[in-house]
């Protein structure tokens, strides 16, 4: 079966560092697109950037350039999401998912999802 | 930047109800344009890539049309476990695939 399954919700301080992670299994995790997704409370879903494990090729939804780091450890089929000073509308739940592509075509979707990582950021 | 936007935000609908919600891009994206489902407290779940293939396992009481910048889903008879938000996505701006704001179906 074909899982991402996500690191547990954290509670942090203003300032602090996180990182939270997504690892792959059931399927060849280097061949398929990450993605990751925050969702604020109450709110819509917000594509934040995706990363190919196979390479660590790396692209930033330009609302979250250089306010988090999305990285990939490949051994371990787990990707990651990162802040080095978290603020407090930083909380939200985070969503990593797998993007495949259409066996015709171009079109990439977002087939596999975690269940998610609630993030609290409070003082 | 594409954007997307989706109308009705919210609608109110019974069970047997043939129920439409409408997604329209800032500018021509071809097909590519996913639909996405979520229920409270849960991950989105695809119902729909590529504007109206269905994907494995979705009910066929779910389809979607449309090409360029306007696009429908269609639930043919809304089940009570339908009751959810639905969220289109534009896959054509690699690598930045926008989501509309979502449509929120509830019980009438």
């Known amino acids: 079966e074909v899982q991402l399954v996500q690191s547990g919700a954290e509670v942090k301080k203003p300032g602090e560092s996180l990182k939270i992670s997504c690892k792959g299994s059931?399927?060849?995790?280097?061949?398929?697109?990450i993605g990751w997704v925050r969702q604020m409370p109450g709110k819509g879903l917000e594509w934040m950037g995706i990363?190919?494990?196979?390479?660590?090729?790396?692209r930033y939804s330009p609302s979250f350039q250089g306010q988090v780091t999305i990285s990939a450890d490949k051994s371990i089929s787990t990707a990651y999401l990162q802040w080095s000073s978290l603020k407090a509308s930083d909380t939200a739940m985070y969503y990593c998912a797998r993007l495949i592509k259409s066996l015709w075509g171009y079109y990439y979707y977002m087939d596999v999802w975690g269940k998610g990582t609630t993030v609290t950021v409070s003082s | 930047d594409i954007q997307m936007t989706q109308s009705p935000s919210s609608l109110s609908a019974s069970v047997g109800d043939r129920v439409t919600i409408t997604c329209r891009a800032s500018q021509s994206i071809s097909s590519y344009l996913n639909w996405y489902q979520q229920k409270p407290g849960k991950a989105p779940k695809l119902l729909i890539y590529a504007a109206s293939s269905l994907q494995s396992g979705v009910p066929s009481r779910f389809s979607g049309s449309g090409s360029g910048t306007d696009f429908t889903l269609t639930i043919s008879s809304l089940q009570p476990e339908d009751f959810a938000t639905y969220y289109c996505q534009q896959s054509y701006s690699t690598p930045i695939f926008t989501f509309g704001p979502g449509t929120k179906v509830d019980i009438k």
């Open positions: 059931g399927y060849s995790f280097t061949s398929y697109w």
């Open positions: 990363i190919y494990p196979g390479d660590s090729d790396t």
